[in-house]
Protein backbone atom coordinates (compact mmCIF):
# COMPACT_ATOMS: atom_id res chain seq x y z
CA UNK A 1 0.00 0.00 0.00
CA UNK A 2 1.40 3.34 -1.26
CA UNK A 3 1.85 5.76 2.25
CA UNK A 4 1.99 9.01 2.53
CA UNK A 5 3.70 10.63 5.84
CA UNK A 6 3.69 14.42 6.80
CA UNK A 7 5.76 15.40 9.58
CA UNK A 8 5.83 18.26 11.47
CA UNK A 9 9.09 17.80 13.57
CA UNK A 10 12.37 16.56 12.86
CA UNK A 11 11.84 13.55 14.90
CA UNK A 12 9.24 12.57 12.97
CA UNK A 13 10.81 13.34 10.12
CA UNK A 14 13.71 10.73 11.56
CA UNK A 15 10.83 7.76 12.28
CA UNK A 16 9.78 7.68 8.71
CA UNK A 17 13.17 7.71 7.09
CA UNK A 18 14.24 5.02 9.26
CA UNK A 19 11.12 2.66 8.33
CA UNK A 20 12.00 3.93 4.93
CA UNK A 21 15.65 2.09 5.08
CA UNK A 22 14.46 -0.48 7.28
CA UNK A 23 11.72 -2.03 4.88
CA UNK A 24 14.23 -0.74 1.83
CA UNK A 25 10.77 1.31 0.44
CA UNK A 26 11.54 4.76 -1.38
CA UNK A 27 10.49 8.11 -0.71
CA UNK A 28 9.90 10.49 -3.03
CA UNK A 29 10.42 14.10 -0.92
CA UNK A 30 8.30 16.78 -1.46
CA UNK A 31 7.08 20.40 0.06
CA UNK A 32 4.58 22.10 -2.10
CA UNK A 33 5.38 20.27 -5.43
CA UNK A 34 6.16 23.37 -7.08
CA UNK A 35 9.38 21.63 -8.47
CA UNK A 36 8.01 18.30 -8.44
CA UNK A 37 7.97 18.27 -12.94
CA UNK A 38 11.96 19.12 -12.73
CA UNK A 39 14.46 16.62 -13.04
CA UNK A 40 13.62 13.61 -13.90
CA UNK A 41 9.83 11.32 -12.55
CA UNK A 42 11.14 9.80 -8.56
CA UNK A 43 11.17 5.96 -8.62
CA UNK A 44 9.28 5.91 -5.50
CA UNK A 45 5.80 4.73 -4.05
CA UNK A 46 5.79 6.71 -0.74
CA UNK A 47 5.92 10.24 -0.30
CA UNK A 48 7.56 12.39 2.44
CA UNK A 49 5.40 15.34 2.38
CA UNK A 50 6.96 18.12 4.00
CA UNK A 51 4.59 20.87 3.87
CA UNK A 52 3.74 20.38 7.52
CA UNK A 53 7.19 21.26 8.76
CA UNK A 54 7.03 24.77 8.82
CA UNK A 55 7.60 28.19 10.97
CA UNK A 56 10.42 30.53 12.09
CA UNK A 57 12.51 29.12 14.71
CA UNK A 58 14.18 32.50 14.92
CA UNK A 59 15.10 35.42 13.32
CA UNK A 60 17.78 38.19 14.04
CA UNK A 61 17.42 41.19 12.16
CA UNK A 62 20.38 42.56 13.85
CA UNK A 63 22.49 40.11 13.45
CA UNK A 64 20.85 39.12 9.75
CA UNK A 65 20.66 35.61 10.47
CA UNK A 66 17.21 33.30 9.87
CA UNK A 67 16.68 30.18 10.97
CA UNK A 68 13.31 28.09 9.33
CA UNK A 69 11.56 24.73 9.19
CA UNK A 70 12.40 23.59 5.70
CA UNK A 71 8.78 23.48 4.36
CA UNK A 72 8.07 27.14 5.50
CA UNK A 73 6.99 28.66 2.43
CA UNK A 74 9.53 31.22 0.46
CA UNK A 75 6.87 33.51 -0.25
CA UNK A 76 6.59 34.11 4.11
CA UNK A 77 10.46 34.17 4.48
CA UNK A 78 10.89 36.76 1.58
CA UNK A 79 8.02 39.09 2.94
CA UNK A 80 9.02 38.48 6.34
CA UNK A 81 12.71 39.88 5.93
CA UNK A 82 11.11 42.45 3.18
CA UNK A 83 9.32 43.76 6.33
CA UNK A 84 12.71 44.51 8.08
CA UNK A 85 14.03 46.26 5.08
CA UNK A 86 16.08 43.13 3.93
CA UNK A 87 16.51 40.02 1.46
CA UNK A 88 17.49 37.08 -0.02
CA UNK A 89 20.31 38.52 -1.90
CA UNK A 90 20.07 35.10 -3.76
CA UNK A 91 17.17 35.92 -5.58
CA UNK A 92 15.68 32.40 -5.40
CA UNK A 93 13.56 32.35 -8.83
CA UNK A 94 10.30 30.94 -8.73
CA UNK A 95 10.09 27.69 -10.99
CA UNK A 96 5.87 27.82 -10.62
CA UNK A 97 5.09 29.31 -14.12
CA UNK A 98 7.88 28.13 -15.84
CA UNK A 99 6.37 24.45 -15.01
CA UNK A 100 2.83 24.74 -15.38
CA UNK A 101 1.70 25.45 -11.52
CA UNK A 102 1.16 28.51 -9.28
CA UNK A 103 3.30 31.06 -8.48
CA UNK A 104 4.39 31.71 -5.18
CA UNK A 105 4.23 27.98 -4.03
CA UNK A 106 7.86 27.35 -3.69
CA UNK A 107 9.60 26.14 0.22
CA UNK A 108 12.88 27.23 1.54
CA UNK A 109 14.01 23.53 1.19
CA UNK A 110 13.03 23.21 -2.06
CA UNK A 111 14.98 25.94 -2.89
CA UNK A 112 18.44 24.70 -1.40
CA UNK A 113 17.49 21.44 -2.85
CA UNK A 114 17.97 22.66 -6.20
CA UNK A 115 20.35 25.17 -5.14
CA UNK A 116 18.08 27.96 -6.85
CA UNK A 117 19.52 31.44 -7.55
CA UNK A 118 18.05 34.40 -9.66
CA UNK A 119 19.86 37.61 -12.13
CA UNK A 120 21.88 38.42 -8.72
CA UNK A 121 24.06 35.50 -8.29
CA UNK A 122 26.97 37.21 -10.72
CA UNK A 123 27.30 39.47 -7.65
CA UNK A 124 25.95 37.73 -4.72
CA UNK A 125 26.18 34.01 -5.10
CA UNK A 126 23.63 31.06 -5.14
CA UNK A 127 21.03 29.87 -2.47
CA UNK A 128 24.71 27.43 -1.16
CA UNK A 129 26.33 30.12 -0.60
CA UNK A 130 24.13 32.01 1.99
CA UNK A 131 23.43 28.70 4.14
CA UNK A 132 25.18 29.03 7.62
CA UNK A 133 23.47 25.76 8.81
CA UNK A 134 21.40 23.04 8.48
CA UNK A 135 19.66 19.78 9.93
CA UNK A 136 18.97 17.14 8.21
CA UNK A 137 18.03 13.68 8.17
CA UNK A 138 20.10 11.23 6.14
CA UNK A 139 18.94 8.08 3.83
CA UNK A 140 19.97 6.25 7.06
CA UNK A 141 17.61 7.91 9.02
CA UNK A 142 20.14 9.54 11.06
CA UNK A 143 19.77 13.62 12.10
CA UNK A 144 23.07 15.74 12.04
CA UNK A 145 23.42 19.32 12.26
CA UNK A 146 26.01 21.61 10.27
CA UNK A 147 27.26 25.28 10.50
CA UNK A 148 26.25 27.35 13.00
CA UNK A 149 23.49 30.32 14.03
CA UNK A 150 26.12 33.31 13.22
CA UNK A 151 27.56 34.80 10.34
CA UNK A 152 31.04 34.42 11.09
CA UNK A 153 30.61 30.98 11.65
CA UNK A 154 32.34 28.95 8.89
CA UNK A 155 32.40 25.30 10.22
CA UNK A 156 30.57 22.96 8.70
CA UNK A 157 29.87 24.71 5.15
CA UNK A 158 30.86 21.82 3.20
CA UNK A 159 28.14 19.68 4.24
CA UNK A 160 25.47 22.20 3.72
CA UNK A 161 26.70 23.18 -0.04
CA UNK A 162 27.21 19.16 -0.33
CA UNK A 163 23.37 18.65 0.37
CA UNK A 164 21.82 22.02 -1.99
CA UNK A 165 21.51 21.10 -5.52
CA UNK A 166 21.33 17.77 -4.56
CA UNK A 167 17.63 17.60 -5.26
CA UNK A 168 17.02 15.58 -2.21
CA UNK A 169 18.97 12.32 -3.10
CA UNK A 170 21.32 13.32 -0.16
CA UNK A 171 19.08 13.73 3.16
CA UNK A 172 16.24 15.34 3.74
CA UNK A 173 16.52 18.98 5.47
CA UNK A 174 14.69 19.25 8.15
CA UNK A 175 15.53 23.19 9.19
CA UNK A 176 18.13 26.03 7.44
CA UNK A 177 19.54 28.59 9.07
CA UNK A 178 20.37 31.62 6.31
CA UNK A 179 22.33 34.98 6.27
CA UNK A 180 20.41 37.95 5.09
CA UNK A 181 21.18 41.13 3.60
CA UNK A 182 19.42 44.70 4.25
CA UNK A 183 17.71 45.86 0.97
CA UNK A 184 18.56 48.54 -1.16
CA UNK A 185 17.11 51.64 -1.21
CA UNK A 186 16.22 51.49 -4.89
CA UNK A 187 16.94 50.26 -7.91
CA UNK A 188 17.38 51.27 -12.22
CA UNK A 189 17.93 49.25 -14.98
CA UNK A 190 20.53 51.06 -17.58
CA UNK A 191 19.15 49.91 -21.21
CA UNK A 192 20.31 49.65 -24.28
CA UNK A 193 18.68 49.04 -27.23
CA UNK A 194 19.22 47.04 -30.31
CA UNK A 195 22.56 45.02 -30.19
CA UNK A 196 22.99 42.21 -31.95
CA UNK A 197 24.18 38.97 -29.47
CA UNK A 198 27.49 39.26 -29.00
CA UNK A 199 28.26 43.48 -28.82
CA UNK A 200 25.75 42.61 -26.03
CA UNK A 201 27.75 40.21 -24.09
CA UNK A 202 30.62 42.68 -25.00
CA UNK A 203 28.58 45.63 -23.17
CA UNK A 204 27.90 43.49 -20.27
CA UNK A 205 31.31 42.11 -19.64
CA UNK A 206 32.55 45.24 -20.09
CA UNK A 207 29.95 46.48 -17.12
CA UNK A 208 30.94 43.34 -14.95
CA UNK A 209 34.43 44.40 -15.09
CA UNK A 210 33.93 47.76 -13.72
CA UNK A 211 32.95 49.55 -10.67
CA UNK A 212 29.76 50.10 -11.41
CA UNK A 213 28.62 47.03 -9.03
CA UNK A 214 26.05 45.74 -11.26
CA UNK A 215 23.89 43.40 -9.56
CA UNK A 216 22.11 41.83 -13.00
CA UNK A 217 23.20 41.64 -16.71
CA UNK A 218 20.67 40.15 -19.04
CA UNK A 219 20.36 39.92 -22.78
CA UNK A 220 16.65 39.69 -24.19
CA UNK A 221 16.94 39.42 -28.14
CA UNK A 222 14.45 40.85 -30.69
CA UNK A 223 10.64 39.22 -29.97
CA UNK A 224 10.82 38.32 -26.67
CA UNK A 225 8.23 40.18 -25.02
CA UNK A 226 9.40 41.05 -21.14
CA UNK A 227 8.62 43.97 -20.29
CA UNK A 228 4.68 44.82 -19.12
CA UNK A 229 2.17 44.41 -22.53
CA UNK A 230 5.87 43.45 -23.87
CA UNK A 231 6.59 47.39 -24.02
CA UNK A 232 9.68 49.03 -22.96
CA UNK A 233 10.48 52.60 -22.89
CA UNK A 234 12.38 54.38 -25.71
CA UNK A 235 10.54 52.28 -28.28
CA UNK A 236 12.17 49.24 -27.79
CA UNK A 237 9.04 46.78 -27.19
CA UNK A 238 9.05 43.24 -28.07
CA UNK A 239 10.78 43.67 -31.26
CA UNK A 240 13.74 45.57 -30.61
CA UNK A 241 16.63 43.63 -28.55
CA UNK A 242 17.50 45.07 -25.21
CA UNK A 243 20.90 44.83 -22.96
CA UNK A 244 19.98 45.42 -19.53
CA UNK A 245 22.29 46.54 -16.47
CA UNK A 246 20.57 46.24 -13.08
CA UNK A 247 21.92 49.07 -10.24
CA UNK A 248 20.59 49.19 -6.64
CA UNK A 249 21.19 50.75 -3.95
CA UNK A 250 21.46 54.32 -2.40
CA UNK A 251 20.04 56.36 -4.55
CA UNK A 252 22.54 58.87 -5.25
CA UNK A 253 24.91 55.96 -5.96
CA UNK A 254 22.87 54.48 -8.23
CA UNK A 255 22.74 57.76 -10.29
CA UNK A 256 26.66 57.95 -10.68
CA UNK A 257 27.03 54.19 -11.30
CA UNK A 258 24.52 54.72 -14.04
CA UNK A 259 26.53 58.11 -15.31
CA UNK A 260 29.81 55.63 -15.04
CA UNK A 261 28.29 53.42 -17.72
CA UNK A 262 26.95 55.95 -19.75
CA UNK A 263 30.85 56.92 -20.30
CA UNK A 264 31.86 53.21 -20.66
CA UNK A 265 29.49 51.88 -22.97
CA UNK A 266 29.10 55.02 -25.13
CA UNK A 267 30.32 53.25 -27.81
CA UNK A 268 27.10 50.74 -27.77
CA UNK A 269 24.58 53.54 -27.72
CA UNK A 270 22.67 56.38 -25.67
CA UNK A 271 20.81 54.41 -23.09
CA UNK A 272 17.08 54.28 -21.63
CA UNK A 273 16.60 54.49 -18.18
CA UNK A 274 13.63 51.87 -16.28
CA UNK A 275 13.00 53.35 -12.84
CA UNK A 276 12.25 51.38 -9.60
CA UNK A 277 8.80 49.88 -10.11
CA UNK A 278 9.22 48.75 -13.97
CA UNK A 279 12.80 47.72 -13.03
CA UNK A 280 11.99 45.31 -10.46
CA UNK A 281 9.04 44.08 -12.56
CA UNK A 282 11.33 43.39 -15.48
CA UNK A 283 13.82 41.70 -13.68
CA UNK A 284 11.23 39.36 -12.26
CA UNK A 285 10.32 38.63 -15.27
CA UNK A 286 13.93 37.38 -16.47
CA UNK A 287 14.36 35.57 -13.00
CA UNK A 288 11.38 33.37 -13.53
CA UNK A 289 11.96 33.03 -16.90
CA UNK A 290 8.12 34.03 -17.47
CA UNK A 291 8.21 34.77 -21.44
CA UNK A 292 8.08 30.96 -21.70
CA UNK A 293 5.91 30.27 -19.07
CA UNK A 294 2.28 29.12 -20.89
CA UNK A 295 3.67 26.59 -23.20
CA UNK A 296 4.10 22.85 -23.58
CA UNK A 297 7.51 23.56 -24.97
CA UNK A 298 10.94 21.78 -24.14
CA UNK A 299 12.75 24.26 -21.89
CA UNK A 300 16.44 24.35 -21.26
CA UNK A 301 18.97 26.00 -19.05
CA UNK A 302 22.50 26.45 -20.36
CA UNK A 303 25.61 27.27 -18.44
CA UNK A 304 28.65 28.71 -20.75
CA UNK A 305 31.69 31.04 -20.43
CA UNK A 306 29.86 34.05 -21.28
CA UNK A 307 31.63 35.00 -24.83
CA UNK A 308 30.79 31.34 -25.93
CA UNK A 309 26.90 31.77 -25.51
CA UNK A 310 25.77 33.72 -29.31
CA UNK A 311 28.26 31.24 -31.22
CA UNK A 312 26.16 28.28 -29.59
CA UNK A 313 22.93 30.01 -29.84
CA UNK A 314 23.92 30.78 -33.51
CA UNK A 315 24.62 27.30 -33.94
CA UNK A 316 21.21 25.53 -32.54
CA UNK A 317 19.55 28.40 -34.39
CA UNK A 318 20.82 27.10 -37.49
CA UNK A 319 19.36 23.42 -36.47
CA UNK A 320 16.25 24.10 -35.34
CA UNK A 321 13.72 26.50 -34.50
CA UNK A 322 14.66 27.96 -30.80
CA UNK A 323 14.35 31.25 -29.14
CA UNK A 324 16.62 32.04 -26.37
CA UNK A 325 17.72 34.61 -24.17
CA UNK A 326 21.07 35.41 -21.78
CA UNK A 327 21.23 36.25 -18.17
CA UNK A 328 24.33 36.20 -15.67
CA UNK A 329 26.29 39.07 -18.47
CA UNK A 330 26.08 35.95 -20.91
CA UNK A 331 26.77 32.73 -18.98
CA UNK A 332 23.22 31.87 -18.75
CA UNK A 333 21.31 31.00 -21.36
CA UNK A 334 17.92 30.27 -21.74
CA UNK A 335 16.57 27.52 -24.76
CA UNK A 336 12.89 27.32 -25.47
CA UNK A 337 12.94 24.47 -28.53
CA UNK A 338 9.63 25.76 -30.45
CA UNK A 339 9.12 22.75 -32.76
CA UNK A 340 8.47 20.73 -29.31
CA UNK A 341 11.52 17.95 -30.09
CA UNK A 342 13.73 18.35 -27.08
CA UNK A 343 16.63 18.07 -29.46
CA UNK A 344 18.78 17.05 -26.29
CA UNK A 345 22.03 15.43 -28.78
CA UNK A 346 21.86 18.53 -30.56
CA UNK A 347 22.23 20.77 -27.37
CA UNK A 348 25.24 18.94 -25.97
CA UNK A 349 27.30 18.53 -28.86
CA UNK A 350 26.73 22.37 -29.85
CA UNK A 351 28.13 22.81 -25.96
CA UNK A 352 30.85 21.00 -26.81
CA UNK A 353 31.57 22.70 -30.24
CA UNK A 354 31.17 26.24 -28.37
CA UNK A 355 33.67 25.36 -25.56
CA UNK A 356 32.10 23.45 -22.96
CA UNK A 357 29.59 24.30 -20.44
CA UNK A 358 26.42 22.30 -19.04
CA UNK A 359 22.88 22.12 -20.11
CA UNK A 360 19.80 21.18 -17.33
CA UNK A 361 16.60 20.20 -19.23
CA UNK A 362 14.40 21.79 -17.21
CA UNK A 363 10.74 21.64 -18.78
CA UNK A 364 9.30 18.58 -20.75
CA UNK A 365 6.76 15.62 -20.31
CA UNK A 366 7.22 13.13 -18.29
CA UNK A 367 7.73 10.34 -20.50
CA UNK A 368 10.39 12.43 -22.11
CA UNK A 369 12.17 13.22 -18.68
CA UNK A 370 12.35 9.62 -18.41
CA UNK A 371 14.46 8.69 -20.70
CA UNK A 372 16.67 11.65 -21.42
CA UNK A 373 19.47 12.71 -19.30
CA UNK A 374 18.39 16.24 -17.25
CA UNK A 375 21.45 16.95 -16.13
CA UNK A 376 24.92 17.11 -17.65
CA UNK A 377 26.08 13.91 -17.84
CA UNK A 378 29.47 13.53 -15.43
CA UNK A 379 32.68 12.91 -16.27
CA UNK A 380 33.88 9.07 -14.94
CA UNK A 381 35.43 10.26 -12.18
CA UNK A 382 32.84 12.75 -10.73
CA UNK A 383 30.64 10.22 -11.38
CA UNK A 384 31.97 7.77 -9.32
CA UNK A 385 32.60 10.75 -6.32
CA UNK A 386 29.03 11.06 -6.78
CA UNK A 387 28.04 7.62 -6.43
CA UNK A 388 30.06 7.25 -3.40
CA UNK A 389 28.52 10.28 -1.84
CA UNK A 390 25.25 8.53 -2.29
CA UNK A 391 26.36 5.54 -0.55
CA UNK A 392 27.37 6.96 2.60
CA UNK A 393 24.35 9.57 2.77
CA UNK A 394 21.79 7.10 1.38
CA UNK A 395 23.39 3.39 1.58
CA UNK A 396 19.86 1.50 0.74
CA UNK A 397 19.08 4.55 -1.95
CA UNK A 398 15.51 5.46 -0.55
CA UNK A 399 15.37 9.24 -0.90
CA UNK A 400 14.43 10.85 -4.34
CA UNK A 401 15.58 7.87 -6.04
CA UNK A 402 16.35 8.35 -10.09
CA UNK A 403 15.59 11.84 -9.54
CA UNK A 404 18.55 12.77 -11.00
CA UNK A 405 20.10 9.95 -12.48
CA UNK A 406 18.25 6.94 -13.39
CA UNK A 407 19.34 4.31 -11.02
CA UNK A 408 20.17 6.55 -8.34
Given at each position: ???????????????????????????????????????????????????????????E???????????????????????????????????????G???????????????????????????R??????????????I???????????T?????R???G????L????????K??????T???????G???????????????????????????????????????????G?S???????????????????????????????D??????????W???????????????V?????A???????????????D??????????????????????D????????A?????????????S??????????????????????????D?????N????????
Amino acid sequence: MDASFKPRATRQVEDAVKWAAAEEQPLEIVGHGSKRKLGRPVQAAHVLDLSDLTGIDSYEPAELVLTVKAGTPIAEIEKLVDDNGQELSFEPMDYGPLLGGEPGRGTIGGVLAANLSGPRRIKSGAARDHVLGMEAVSGRGEIFNSGGKVVKNVTGYDLPRALCGAFGTLAVATTVTLKVNPKPETSATFLLGGLNEADAVKAMCRAMGSSAEVSGAAHLPADLPFGPNGDLPGGLGGTSARTLLRLEGFEASVDYRFRTLEKLLGDFGTPDRLEASRSEELWRNIRDVKVFAGSGTPVWRVSVAPSDGPRLVARLKAAFDVSAFYDWSGGLVWLSCNDGAVHDGEIRTAIAAAGGGHATLVRADPSVRANVAIFQPQPDALAALSRRLKGQFDPKGILNPGRMVTGV
